[in-house]
């Protein structure tokens, strides 16, 4: 296995002199290709910079980030939008869709800046919508008109535009109802199974953690402890859905 992420000794800390904030301190993690993690904590903990420092939104005050194998804090801007733009996808607690686009617009805008246009563009629009279980009556909705977990699944389509090989998700099930949740967690890790795609989930939530190969909880911007293993096979319900991972001891 390849690794797709790995952080070596990285602290990355706000301010300076007395005023000083550290965020992170000494932070070592791999993530495999092919890995769901899951990064747990309290409010503050860090877990929203480690997911900045991975999308290189951030640099760290020290150690190294590595994404691809890349060190980050040597690409320049451009290099580091590229990397987002075709090799990272991101889903977050807000949705953060464009609310003057339809909901097809939305994903196909992406799909645009890597030069997929006119038909082709519509053709994989429509299949990444199809397949997040998005329905072609709501295609041409703004967000404004579709529920929260509806907006969720639409996030996922443009995450998945460019075929990104690792997947970054903060927060994602924050702001749907226990239900909408679940079914956004589902389809995460149902991404994780038939795309092979590597998935680092920030959540605050016990069972959204679950759905992780991998647990890694942080404390005071620090690891202090990892639990899981590995890509273990997808664990599937008589009605044939993906549910959380549960390793043999549980």
């Known amino acids: 296995m390849s690794l797709v992420v790995e952080l070596e000794n990285v602290t990355k800390e706000y301010g300076s002199g007395v005023a000083v904030s550290r965020s992170l301190a000494d932070v ?3 993530v495999e290709e092919g890995e769901f993690v899951s990064i747990m904590g309290p409010s503050g903990c860090g877990k929203s910079t480690l997911l900045n420092l991975v999308a290189g939104l951030e640099l760290p005050s020290s150690g190294r980030v ?3 194998g890349d060190d980050l804090a040597r690409m320049s801007d451009r290099e580091l939008s590229d990397l987002r733009l ?3 996808g ?3 607690q807000s949705f953060n869709l464009l609310p003057r686009l339809t909901v097809e617009q939305n994903v196909s805008w992406r799909l645009g800046l890597i ?3 006119g038909r082709l563009a519509r053709d994989r629009t429509a299949a990444l919508l199809e397949g997040v279980g998005v329905p072609p009556t709501a295609w041409t909705r703004h967000p404004s008109e579709l529920s929260g977990g509806e907006q969720q699944r639409v996030a996922a389509a443009r995450a998945l535009a460019t075929e990104p090989k690792l997947l970054l998700a903060d927060e994602p099930t924050g702001n749907l109802d ?3 949740g679940r079914m956004i967690l589902d389809l995460l890790r149902s991404m994780n199974e038939k795309r092979n795609m590597s998935v680092v989930m920030v959540t605050h939530d016990t069972y959204a953690g679950t759905y992780g190969h991998r647990t890694v909880r942080l404390k005071d911007g620090r690891i202090v402890r990892q639990a899981g293993e590995m890509a ?3 664990e599937r319900s008589e009605e044939g859905q993906v549910v959380p991972f549960r390793r043999r001891s549980d």
Request: glycine share 10%; proline share 5%; aromatic share 14%.
């Open 232 to 234: 273990p096979s997808v």
């Open 66 to 68: 590595l994404v691809g």
């Open 28 to 30: 070592s993690l791999r």
């Open 86 to 88: 075709r090799y990272l």
């Open 90 to 92: 991101f889903i977050f």
């Open 115 to 117: 030069g997929v246009t």
């Open 178 to 180: 226990s239900q909408s």
